[in-house]
């Protein structure tokens, strides 16, 4: 590098520049609305203040979003996390690993949308799913997973399942193979290496990818509305934030509710990394000479 | 060790029946819209009574299909250009360069990335009004870019830093200026990941859904957008209607994703490359 | 001090509390591989492979990259599952084990050490692993780390050690379990000249000192040459010869291991006769004799000369001086300097490059005469 950039010192600030343009659209498209919104969330009509903020706490039908969301954006992303770990780990190499990663990215890429609607209709009191239980006699009457918490939940699984996975196979096949293999002839069994060797390598991953698929499940939105019920038990904070903005053209209240729904997303962020800092954060390849 | 290896291969039978009884499920999901969008008549019985093709006719006309389609790909192919037009420098002068502040510049790309798009969503969508810009499809792309750039800015520059630096000095050396080195040393050894941002960027745009709906008017709406209206409003039409115009969505998204299939790994889709 | 006395004495009271997979057979006779093999897809990677260890002995596997002796030695600690073969230790047999039941201490390429754990439990993981009690662990490790000098060093993690310290805890780490069976994967081929001598003579002290049995692999011939009891070389897969250093060096058994051990000197020649052991040779204005290391039936042959076994002298030919057998007139053609001697590339007047080694100054251009004794040309049939 030392002979390369004594070559090209002369033109440092010329390829430093290039950045500029990506930096200026996303302070512009980002972080200037983002501030803008935060300073449009204390004016209110009667003048500028925390109106808005004491209303949000102060009417349940609005703070206890945070609370409805949270309840199916935290077990949502615990099940994918859980479930992508073990999944991840016993398919990082198995030969029908590329496979099974082409099948998973096909509901990430459908979006959210296009699950909602297809779980209204599979999980429907008609779906393929109740008959096959009422059929096989698992279930003596339809079960009602649409229009509830449940459908709300379900389709979180279904696209954040293979995000999940996604993300924790990369970081697995990122682990350099020869480390357990080096634990393996020093007496630790393939249930001891995971403990010892993979998952101590894998916690900055695991922080990582459990903050995106939260993140996920936190703005949860079109099937919420969709195989939800948004009037009810899943109106999640993104409806409130909604129907302020778009409904009671209360673009004050609309930023305010945007503000909160970024600081509970944040805090969660933070509370992660703050536990990752207590584990091992380096390179996960054995160091090289 | 006997029972170490039976308790291995229980493990390994319970993983797969999970993933199986997930693969199910998804299936049976995309499958139930697909023969219901075929279906003339679908009531209590496990298939339709017979199969017709009409849904699609009259998803394209109730739904304006043709004018969503055309704002779709205008606005797609935008995001997907202007995104790696400035993204993919920015992605450069980062793992090439030192400068005073990157750390928060970093920081900057990566922040569209980590919260929920309502969050700056909604305060986006309120300058675009005060602009005159909410509504038209020039508000859409401008919302799209938002995540756009960030994530070009991140799949890119693992690609830069893979390029040996000697390779640009050599160039140099042997007398081409700025203008002969990007385009005949870094833009064909920069094409796959060029590629790969591009096609994960058209992916992802197709399928984001909360942005161009906080944004789009009427007329500057895309498929997912549609689609989304068509199943709220459910009732109103025929549900066979609303999934052949689902059918038309998943056909879109799924023939780029076997494209971009074969020139990425499936975990780029949702991370940034590493290495 | 005797580095070894805290080992063997740890050994035997950990042996009798836990019966570790390690410890028990430290005292076995012999290792035994059997026609062993190793497929990818249809190419074999390693071809019955037939090698009796006695217990103490160092072995090298030597060969180019790609011959399979990585695949043997990950085929011996169980990394890798065999096609075919079998190993035994003494009378067990041990090729359907897992890695972490054979015991086997093994050192990587690139060391492998665990970048999250320290020095020190990166040393005391094997003992860990076996359920060996915490203060025993810590007196093991220190002794261990005493061997390799890294006291200072116990508490860095990995990541900031330089490339030959890394190198010790990777051994550290293989001896401390007091395996049966120590295996090293070109332990030294990331390590700088001088560090990879330093380093060679601190194994050749720790196998002096521990006794351990070795199975060493190298592509570099002077490693295995000054370290090993017994070389084995490896060519695709395929087994060339072994035997001891000595036996390599002087009498290799084919062009491949000849190759190998240095002979720069191969030349396909006609074979005009053999004369009970030796083989008068001819061809590219050359008149040879050397001795013939295999059943020479074609009309061609092959000879190999070490650059070592020529002798040079300055020498202008007289006009129609007869032309002996085994000396050979020419110009030097290239001459290199490697402090003690002159490595020289000799044209022929026939047009043949030959290259010799000499500790007369010698410079570009000169008229030299080149001599080699019969004994030291060594006649093989073409390939």
């Not at chain 1, 899943?234 to 609309?254: K, W």
């Not at chain 2, 360069?97 to 909604?122: E, W």
Request: charged share 15%; net charge positive; proline share 6%.
């Amino acid at each position: 590098m030392s002979s390369a950039a004594s070559i090209q010192r002369k033109t440092v600030d010329v390829t430093a520049l290039l950045v500029a343009p990506g930096v200026g659209l996303v302070l512009l498209l980002f972080l200037y609305p983002f501030l803008y919104g935060f300073l449009l969330s204390f004016s209110a009509h009667e003048g500028v203040g925390l109106r808005n903020y004491v209303k949000f706490f102060s009417t349940p039908f609005l703070s206890q979003t945070i609370a409805t969301t949270l309840w199916i954006s935290f077990p949502a992303t615990v099940v994918n996390i859980g479930l992508a770990l073990p999944i991840a780990f016993a398919t990082r190499r198995h030969r029908l690993q590329r496979l099974l990663t082409a099948i998973l990215v096909v509901p990430i890429t459908l979006g959210t949308v296009l699950i909602a609607e297809g779980l209204l209709l599979y999980l429907g009191p008609q779906g393929w799913l109740n008959r096959f239980l009422l059929v096989t006699h698992l279930s003596t009457s339809a079960i009602h997973l649409t229009h509830n918490y449940w459908g709300v939940f379900l389709s979180l699984v279904v696209s954040g399942f293979p995000f999940a996975y996604l993300l924790l196979l990369s970081y697995l096949t990122g682990i350099d193979p020869v480390l357990p293999q080096a634990a393996a002839t020093l007496g630790a069994s393939p249930w001891r290496q995971f403990i010892h060797i993979y998952l101590p390598l894998l916690v900055p991953g695991l922080a990582i990818a459990f903050c995106l698929s939260f993140v996920q499940a936190f703005s949860v939105f079109p099937s919420a509305v969709l195989l939800g019920a948004p009037a009810g038990p899943t109106r999640v904070i993104s409806i409130a934030a909604y129907q302020a903005a778009f409904e009671d053209y209360d673009y004050p209240m609309a930023s305010a509710i945007a503000m909160i729904m970024a600081g509970v997303q944040l805090l969660v962020v933070v509370l992660i990394l703050a536990i990752r800092v207590l584990f091992y954060r380096g390179p996960t390849v054995g160091p090289k000479g | 060790m006997r029972d170490g290896a039976l308790t291995a291969k229980l493990w390994a039978g319970l993983i797969w029946v999970v993933i199986g009884f997930f693969i199910v499920n998804v299936f049976g999901l995309i499958a139930a819209v697909v023969v219901n969008s075929f279906a003339t008549r679908w009531l209590g019985t496990w298939l339709p009574a017979g199969f017709t093709l009409q849904w699609y006719g009259s998803a394209w006309s109730e739904f304006q299909l043709d004018s969503v389609l055309i704002v779709t790909v205008e606005v797609v192919f935008a995001v997907v250009a202007i995104s790696l037009l400035v993204g993919v420098p920015a992605a450069y002068a980062l793992a090439r360069r030192d400068f005073r502040f990157k750390r928060a510049i970093l920081l900057l790309f990566v922040l569209p990335l980590l919260v929920p798009p309502m969050t700056y969503g909604i305060p986006l969508a309120t300058v675009l009004y005060r602009l005159h810009l909410a509504g038209t499809i020039v508000g859409v792309i401008l919302a799209n870019l938002v995540p756009a750039v960030p994530f070009v800015v991140l799949v890119v520059t693992p690609f830069v830093e893979q390029i040996d630096p000697r390779l640009e000095a050599a160039a140099r050396v042997f007398g081409a200026g700025t203008f002969r080195l990007f385009f005949h040393v870094l833009v064909p050894l920069l094409t796959p990941g060029i590629l790969a941002a591009g096609l994960l960027v058209l992916v992802r745009t197709i399928a984001m859904f909360e942005l161009t709906f906080l944004t789009a008017g009427p007329d500057s709406q895309t498929l997912v957008v549609a689609l989304y209206y068509s199943v709220f409003a459910a009732g109103i039409r025929a549900g066979q209607s609303v999934d052949a115009m689902a059918v038309i969505y998943m056909a879109t998204t799924l023939v780029w994703l076997l494209i971009a299939l074969r020139f990425v790994n499936p975990t780029q889709l949702v991370t940034r490359v590493k290495e | 001090m005797n580095p070894s006395a805290p080992f063997s004495a740890a050994g035997e009271s950990s042996g009798s509390k836990k019966p570790a997979p390690s410890g028990r057979e430290q005292n076995f006779q012999q290792l035994r591989i059997e026609k062993i093999s190793r497929n990818f897809g249809a190419t074999a990677a390693l071809a019955a492979l037939d090698l009796t260890i006695r217990s103490g002995e160092f072995i090298a596997l030597l060969g180019p990259s790609g011959c399979g002796k990585s695949t043997a030695l990950n085929c011996i600690a169980g990394l890798l599952p065999l096609t075919g073969g079998t190993i035994w230790l003494d009378e067990r047999r041990i090729d359907q084990l897992r890695p972490e039941r054979r015991g086997f201490g093994m050192v990587f390429q690139n060391y492998a050490l665990f970048p999250h754990l320290t020095v020190r439990r990166n040393v005391g993981f094997g003992l860990k692993m076996r359920g060996i009690p915490g203060n025993e662990i810590r007196r093991r490790v220190d002794a261990a780390l005493e061997l390799v000098q890294l006291q200072a060093h116990a508490d860095k993690l990995p990541g900031r050690l330089s490339g030959g310290q890394q190198q010790r805890v990777a051994i550290a780490r293989a001896i401390v379990i007091e395996p049966p069976v120590i295996l090293m994967d070109e332990p030294l081929s990331n390590l700088d000249a001088k560090l990879r001598l330093e380093m060679r003579a601190e194994i050749k002290r720790i196998h002096r000192d521990l006794g351990r049995t070795t199975i060493y692999v190298t592509h570099d011939q002077d490693e295995a040459l000054s370290l090993a009891d017994r070389i084995v070389v490896l060519n695709d897969g395929r087994t060339q010869q072994i035997g001891p250093p000595e036996e390599l060096y002087a009498k290799p058994a084919n062009l491949q291991v000849a190759r190998f051990m240095g002979y720069r000197n191969i030349l396909e020649l006609d074979l005009e006769r053999v004369e009970g052991s030796f083989a008068f040779l001819a061809g590219s204005g050359l008149q040879l004799q050397g001795i013939a290391q295999e059943c020479l039936t074609s009309k061609r042959a092959v000879i190999a000369i070490r650059p070592d076994d020529i002798a040079i002298e300055p020498a202008q030919r007289k006009i129609n001086e007869a032309h002996p057998r085994n000396v050979i007139f020419g110009q030097a053609e290239l001459v290199e300097y490697c402090g003690r001697d002159y490595l020289v590339d000799v044209l022929a007047e026939s047009g043949v490059l030959l290259h010799a080694r000499t500790p007369r100054r010698i410079v570009t251009g000169d008229r030299l005469r080149l001599a080699v004794s019969p004994e030291r040309v060594l006649a093989f049939s073409p390939a």
